[in-house]
């Protein structure tokens, strides 16, 4: 078993963690919008409040992208010393998540500009930090092999979806349903996370 070092339990580690869980929430109330705008746009009577959901859906896609910063940090800190491969995956990481919030704002205070092809190019840029941030501290003993997993499998549907929309094509690789993958991210793998970044012993032993 390989002991998570105590002053690594500081406050950026406890940060990272209600960030996660913020950002579950974010993306919760987002749905929850979506779903509730979706319904009242069938009327076309409601057609008036289609900009005031697009702003909204945008802030808070925003909102929860950008709180994956925070939790880039926490990951990075916990893993001590930190490595090469996870001093590269902080800043994809942040380089990716601010393309992706920037990108978004700029459709919020422009409506007429849109950069969906950045703000891909971005999510793909995330997606792999996910795949290599949890991988490494599964082999560090840092995460368990189920969160493991189910940030590894958030990334990739991160990375496929954005991937798809690049192309054109959201059925990328025939998989449709890969693009639910993002939300169990976000609502899943984020909460998780946070339980796991809260706990004062170390989450399991590689062999698990």
């Known amino acids: 078993m390989v002991p998570l070092p105590e002053k690594s339990r500081d406050g950026l580690v406890k940060l ?11 993306s919760l109330l987002n749905t929850v919008l979506t779903f509730a705008f979706t319904r009242a746009l069938r009327d076309p009577s409601n057609s008036a ?8 859906h945008d802030i808070a896609l925003a909102a929860g992208w950008g709180l994956l910063v925070l939790v880039g ?63 490494e501290l599964r082999k560090r003993g840092f995460l368990s092999r189920g969160l493991t997993l189910a940030g590894i499998v958030f990334g990739i549907g991160v990375g496929l979806t954005s991937i798809g929309l690049l192309l054109g094509n959201p059925r990328f690789l025939g998989i449709f349903s890969v693009a ?29």
């Open 73 to 135: 940090v926490g990951l990075y800190r916990i893993a001590r010393p930190p490595t090469t491969i996870s001093k590269i995956g902080l800043a994809m990481a942040i380089t990716g998540v601010t393309v992706v919030v920037l990108s978004t704002l700029v459709s919020v205070g422009a409506t007429d500009l849109r950069l969906p092809q950045v703000a891909e190019a971005g999510q793909i840029v995330v997606a792999i930090w996910l795949v290599v941030a949890n991988s």
């Open 49 to 56: 409040l289609a900009p005031m959901f697009q702003t909204l």
């Open 16 to 26: 990272a963690a209600y960030a996660a869980f913020a950002g579950a929430g974010v």
């Open 180 to 208: 639910l993958l993002v939300p169990f991210g976000f609502l899943i793998w984020q909460p998780w996370l946070g339980v796991a970044l809260l706990r004062p012993l170390p989450v399991t032993d590689v062999a698990d």
